[in-house]
């Protein structure tokens, strides 16, 4: 019973523990270990002094995009009412020049109106010239055309005081 194989494989695992621990093997396993960990904390280390100035970064350009989308809405707003004045001034253009064109045609017809009225005058004074001189050459042929044209004379002098 002592000397079975489990017993003897038991012997040597721990003559083997005993002669590492004797040259000190765990120490050189604990300082390798601990190298490790000190490398995989700079690296965390790294890692987070990376991901600060991505957080960074990203919070500038995210800065900077609002800046942009500002000068963009403003810039879109001013040109925007810069349309609409554009607009409103070609508006009042437009009506100022349909007025004085509305004007001068009125004018042109106002004045067609007045030759128009001139014209239809002088017509009719000269047909009514043309009809007294009808009337006075059959009326004043003989004794009567003498009284009316004193009758006449009268009237005048009297008329143009």
């Known amino acids: 019973m002592l000397l079975e194989a489990e017993h003897f494989v038991a012997i040597g695992f721990f003559l083997f523990l005993a002669v590492l621990a004797y040259y000190g093997v765990h120490s050189k396993i604990v300082g390798a270990l601990d190298g490790r960990i000190d490398g995989v904390k700079k ?84 047909v009514a010239t043309r009809a007294a001189e009808a009337v006075l050459k059959t009326e004043t042929a003989g004794a009567g055309g003498a009284a009316l044209v004193d009758q006449g004379i009268k009237d005048l002098g009297r008329l143009l005081h």
Request: charged share 35%; net charge negative.
């Open 43 to 126: 690296e965390l280390a790294e890692a987070q002094k990376l991901r600060e100035e991505a957080q960074s970064l990203l919070a500038s350009f995210d800065a900077k995009r609002k800046a942009a989308e500002a000068d963009a809405a403003a810039i879109v707003a001013q040109a925007k009412q810069e349309a609409e004045l554009l607009a409103k001034e070609a508006q009042e253009r437009m009506t100022d020049y349909i007025a004085r064109r509305t004007k001068q045609a009125e004018d042109k017809i106002a004045q067609a109106e007045v030759q128009a009225a001139n014209e239809v005058r002088s017509v009719a004074a000269d």
